[in-house]
């Protein structure tokens, strides 16, 4: 499953790891560009999970069209499948209007996945997921991480324990197919003469550090505990997917466990470090990606120009 390859052809990439500014500089580029905005980002597709994941404000949406936003509630669970399949009927339409998709994310499997499609794979097995959940449950995640390292290890090594949803996906596979996931999803990268622009935002680390605990600080003071007790408090409970979202399982954890919230802070700021640091690992190592370095002095407008600028040496 893919998107089509005059399509792909047609897109712009703009990635980079979370709190480097990307949402600003996708707009003015999307203004450059004539684009429309389709969202990288697995968590922004829930409704009402709007501090947390920091999506662009009214404003910017108000200013540029964005797709893949809001589309799920947050008790659905959603695959990679399910994604690359929405984005390709997003791009299409957006295209097929004369104007350009640009995807705008952190999400590095979702972009991998959009590039180089992705194995669509058996059905779901619902009693199997049941027994690995109550495992879970019961005896914690990572006995349930160990059971996929003992029979894909390398797709257990690119998953944390935390990540159950992938992680019981990766099992439910082999059960199925008695072939490891990782072996089946091995879409190589595009041919640099098909590569579409792929740009990513590398700031530095250290910049990057303090725009991180910056931003938990004022997720915080905008609401993000209250928005939590909102999504707990629905008649629907939270899915796996969206309740293991970063910031919000911590919040979770923290208010089951009272925790004092100055180490909730704490935990979440360290933990988006790390995240950041995976994320420069994915797009460092994808080869369709090409970094614009940044000191952090820039605009959104000097960025979005150089962007652009990187973007068109691309196809020459």
């Not at 794979?121 to 005896?139: I, K, Q, S, V, W």
């Not at 910049?207 to 629905?234: K, P, Q, T, Y």
């Not at 923290?254 to 994320?279: M, N, S």
Request: charge should be neutral.
């Amino acid at each position: 499953m893919k998107l089509e390859t005059d399509v792909l052809s047609a897109c712009w990439f703009l990635a980079g790891p979370t709190a480097c500014g990307k949402s600003a500089v996708a707009c003015e580029l999307a203004d450059m560009l004539g684009a429309e905005i389709l969202s990288l980002d697995s968590m922004a597709l829930y409704r009402g999970m709007d501090i947390g994941t920091a999506k662009p404000d009214a404003g910017a949406r108000a200013r540029v069209p964005h797709h893949l936003v809001d589309i799920l509630d947050p008790h659905e669970e959603y695959s990679l499948a399910d994604y690359v399949r929405a984005a390709a009927r997003a791009a299409g339409d957006v295209a097929r209007r004369g104007r350009v998709p640009l995807f705008v994310g952190g999400t590095g499997l979702y972009l991998r996945g959009v590039l180089r499609g992705v194995f669509q794979g058996p059905p779901a097995d619902p009693a199997l997921r049941r027994a690995l959940e109550e495992t879970a449950a019961a005896e914690g995640n990572a006995a349930v991480h160990a059971r996929l390292a003992s029979i894909d290890p390398a797709l257990a090594a690119r998953l944390v324990p935390g990540d159950l949803r992938r992680v019981i996906r990766g099992i439910e596979v082999y059960e199925q197919t008695k072939t490891p996931l990782s072996a089946q999803q091995t879409h190589g990268p595009l041919p640099e003469t098909e590569r579409p622009r792929v740009l990513w935002l590398h700031p530095p680390r250290g910049w990057l550090h303090d725009r991180i605990n910056s931003r938990v600080e004022d997720m915080f003071r905008a609401g993000l505990v209250a928005e939590v007790e909102g999504l707990l408090a629905r008649d629907r409970p939270l899915g796996n997917t969206a309740r293991q979202a970063l910031g919000y399982r911590e919040v979770i954890d923290g208010l089951a466990a009272q925790v004092p919230l100055t180490e909730t802070i704490t935990l979440i700021q360290a933990r988006t470090r790390q995240f950041a640091k995976r994320q420069h690992t994915w797009f460092r190592n994808l080869a369709e990606c090409r970094a614009v370095e940044m000191t952090g002095a820039e605009t959104p407008r000097e960025l979005a120009e150089r962007v652009l600028e990187a973007g068109l040496r691309l196809e020459t």
